[in-house]
Nanobody
Framework: QVQLVESGGGFVQPGGSLRLSCAASGFTFRMFAMAWYRQAPGKAREHVAAIGIRGIDTNYRDSVKGRFTIFRDNAKGEVYLQMNDLKPEDTATYFC?????????WGQGTQVTVSS
C-alpha cells in the first residue's frame, strides 16, 4: 500500500521557519522524483519544489527561491522542505508528491499558516 505522510506544518509568524517532512512507503522511493506542491483556499494547486532521484537536481518556483530548500534521504524514504523567512502568502496546504511516470502518488497534505 502506497503511503505519503506529511508532517511538520503549523502556525508561524512572518519571518519564521518550518521544516516539512514526508515519509514514503509502499513503493521504491529511491526511483521516484519527489516534489512539494501547495494549495491555498480558492486557488489552484501549485508546484513549490522538486528533487531528482539522487537528490542532486532541484528546482523551485520563483517566489520561494532562496527561502525554501528541498532535500531527501533515500535510506529513510523521506523528503523534506525547509522553509525559512516565511511570508503570509506561503499560507497553504502543502502536499508531498512522488512521480515516476506513469505512477504518481500524493499525500494528504499538511497545513502551513503564516500570520502575525
Amino acid at each position: 500500500q502506497v503511503q505519503l505522510v506529511e508532517s511538520g506544518g503549523g502556525f508561524v509568524q512572518p519571518g519564521g521557519s518550518l521544516r516539512l517532512s514526508c515519509a514514503a512507503s509502499g513503493f521504491t522511493f529511491r526511483m521516484f522524483a519527489m516534489a512539494w506542491y501547495r494549495q491555498a483556499p480558492g486557488k489552484a494547486r501549485e508546484h513549490v519544489a522538486a528533487i531528482g532521484i539522487r537528490g542532486i537536481d532541484t528546482n523551485y518556483r520563483d517566489s520561494v527561491k532562496g527561502r525554501f530548500t528541498i532535500f531527501r534521504d533515500n535510506a529513510k524514504g523521506e523528503v523534506y522542505l525547509q522553509m525559512n523567512d516565511l511570508k503570509p502568502e506561503d499560507t497553504a496546504t502543502y502536499f508531498c508528491n512522488a512521480a515516476r511516470l506513469p505512477d504518481v502518488y500524493w499525500g494528504q497534505g499538511t497545513q502551513v499558516t503564516v500570520s502575525s
